[in-house]
């Protein structure tokens, strides 16, 4: 398919997400690591925050929460230009297409909507499918500036559906939406990053990161829990042994360029004040940049053990709530 853009695109693809309203925060603080960029700036005129623009290009797999990426292909500031424009559009002999105008846009009725669609459809020069298009076209329209984006729409997947149900797991355990997500908050930028989960538990984390081809290793203080992790780690086919050992994070000497640290709940296991200082000191010693996970309240913990953090948020499994911490060094961020 050839395309002729009518101006120079900026941004380049638009994200459409959703969430639960318990992992909300979390949500954010995902899209904003992944996309670099505050939701708060992708408000439209009526308040909804549930797509975002950005020249930034996410495999179709990397967030749990993202369900479709459009390719903007035209980007106008009127609907009677984006119908002059797309009429560019040239398609192989045998592609078909249908066009959809996104329920996020700025248009909710629903007889608008689908004149819309007719009306670009009926420029097109191709041939229409409703069925079953070769390619699927969306369009989505913002006020206050008025702006009209049309592109090509892929729905994302959802690889880590396939890994909730595990060999062995905690009924504590971080779920794998929430460990998907927090590999994404730590390791935005998949190449060249090492990645550690020195309390990896079941591998929950350690999993979710394989599976987008993230650099990462475990390790746990429990034999139990390594013993279930290599488990896990061999359903899934990623190995076992190799990726996580039995070991106290105090002792890693490595260097990690992140780690993200499920701390022990107390509602599981007993951890004096003085190992949970020493804990977080030796985080901060072999990481650049972490993602702390507890049920307790530890700011001031991170602040004592040499931490800066830079973004927080709170997830809840029913009354179950967790604290989520980004992240770094102190004296590395002077």
């Avoid at 969306?138 to 149900?165: D, I, M, N």
């Avoid at 730590?186 to 090492?194: D, S």
Wanted: proline share 3%.
């Amino acid at each position: 398919m050839k395309t002729i853009k009518s101006r120079s695109i900026a941004p380049k693809f638009i994200y459409m997400y959703a969430c639960h309203e318990t992992e909300q925060e979390l949500c954010s603080m995902e899209l904003e690591s992944l996309l670099g960029i505050e939701l708060g700036m992708n408000k439209d005129s009526s308040g909804n925050r549930s797509y975002i623009l950005s020249d930034i290009n996410l495999e179709d797999n990397r967030s749990p929460f993202i369900t479709a990426k459009m390719e903007i292909l035209y980007e106008t500031s009127s609907l009677e230009e984006l119908l002059n424009v797309i009429q560019t559009l040239e398609f192989a002999k045998h592609e078909t297409f249908k066009v959809h105008y996104l329920k996020q846009g700025e248009i909710k009725d629903y007889e608008q909507k689908r004149n819309i669609e007719r009306r670009l459809g009926a420029v097109i020069q191709g041939k229409a499918s409703m069925k079953s298009p070769d390619i699927l076209f969306g369009v989505l329209s913002t006020s206050q500036p008025e702006r009209w984006y049309f592109g090509k729409c892929v729905e994302a997947t959802s690889p880590w559906l396939a890994h909730k149900h595990k060999p062995q797991n905690y009924s504590t355990g971080l779920s794998t939406v929430v460990a998907r997500a927090l590999v994404n908050i730590v390791a935005p930028q998949i190449e060249g990053t090492r990645v550690i989960d020195p309390c990896c538990g079941m591998g929950n984390v350690v999993i979710e990161g394989l599976s987008m081809g993230v650099n990462i290793v475990g390790r746990d203080i429990n034999p139990l829990a390594i013993r279930g992790a290599r488990t896990n780690l061999h359903h899934f086919g990623y190995g076992d042994s190799l990726l996580v050992e039995l070991g106290d994070l105090r002792d890693i000497t490595a260097k990690y360029d992140a780690a993200i640290v499920d701390m022990p709940y107390n509602l599981c296991s007993v951890m004096s004040l003085e190992t949970r200082q020493e804990m977080l000191k030796a985080v901060f010693r072999f990481s650049d940049r972490i993602v702390i996970v507890s049920s307790e309240q530890l700011e001031q913990d991170i602040v004592e053990a040499g931490g800066y953090i830079q973004k927080k948020c709170t997830v809840r499994k029913g009354s179950f709530v967790r604290s989520v911490w980004l992240c770094c060094d102190a004296m590395a961020r002077l």
